[in-house]
Antibody, heavy 118, light 109 residues
Framework: QVQLVESGGGLVKPGGSLRLSCAAS????????MSWIRQAPGKGLEWVSY????????YYADSVKGRFTISRDNAKNSLYLQMNSLRAEDTAVYYC???????????WGQGTLVTVSS | EIVLTQSPGTLSLSPGERATLSCRAS???????LAWYQQKPGQAPRLLIY???SRATGIPDRFSGSGSGTDFTLTISRLEPEDFAVYYC??????????FGQGTRLEIK
């Protein structure tokens, strides 16, 4: 069965960096687009970034452009999100999710909490 | 960017009742690329409906979706206790505009 397991969240000071990982199993990872979506405490869903199956196409929300970098390693069945220059407003649960090119999010991980606070 | 507006913000109903949730788009959603997700506290969202009206795998038939263009509806025919959750709509299919609605909270009356 499809499994997505995020890791790497934690407490970081404003201006700091964090790298999130998403380990995928149960499907051919290299066939699918992958995304990061976040949810601030008590708030709705915000699409952060996606990467195409080959890694050739990448999208970032304006709120993270220039600070976050999405990448993938198809040999390791893993997705990453490098987050730099973190701000308090980046505090959220970060989910990874699988989709096709159409960006319909059929499968989600359980999420990892990132807290940006001094 | 397409803005999705969900209404009502909160819906209070009793088990056994019918729930009707609305999602309105600021521009026409192409090819009915409109999805609905359910999220329970402490859990990740779960895909319910895609293509405006197709149920995802394993979703009970009391959930149905309808609509096209700019107006979409999620209907739950008879509410079960496990249906009380937050519901989000999402438009997809466009790499330049990926948005969610703000959510409708369905609570027990």
């Amino acid at each position: 069965q499809v499994q997505l397991v995020e890791s790497g969240g934690g407490l970081v000071k404003p201006g700091g960096s964090l790298r999130l990982s998403c380990a995928a199993s149960g499907f051919t990872f290299s066939d699918y687009y992958m995304s990061w979506i976040r949810q601030a405490p008590g708030k709705g869903l915000e699409w952060v970034s996606y990467i195409s199956s080959s890694g050739s196409t990448i999208y970032y929300a304006d709120s993270v452009k220039g600070r976050f970098t999405i990448s993938r390693d198809n040999a390791k069945n893993s997705l990453y999100l490098q987050m730099n220059s973190l701000r308090a407003e980046d505090t959220a649960v970060y989910y990874c999710a699988r989709s096709g090119w159409e960006l319909l999010l059929r499968y989600w991980g359980q999420g990892t909490l990132v807290t940006v606070s001094s | 960017e397409i803005v999705l507006t969900q209404s009502p913000g909160t819906l209070s109903l009793s088990p056994g009742e019918r729930a009707t949730l609305s999602c309105r788009a600021s521009q026409s959603v192409s090819s009915s690329y409109l999805a609905w997700y359910q999220q329970k506290p402490g859990q990740a969202p779960r895909l319910l409906i895609y293509g405006a009206s197709s149920r995802a795998t394993g979703i009970p038939d009391r959930f149905s979706g309808s609509g096209s263009g700019t107006d979409f509806t999620l209907t739950i025919s008879r509410l079960e206790p496990e249906d009380f959750a937050v519901y989000y709509c999402q438009q997809y299919g466009s790499s330049s505009s990926i948005t969610f609605g703000q959510g409708t909270r369905l609570e027990i009356k």
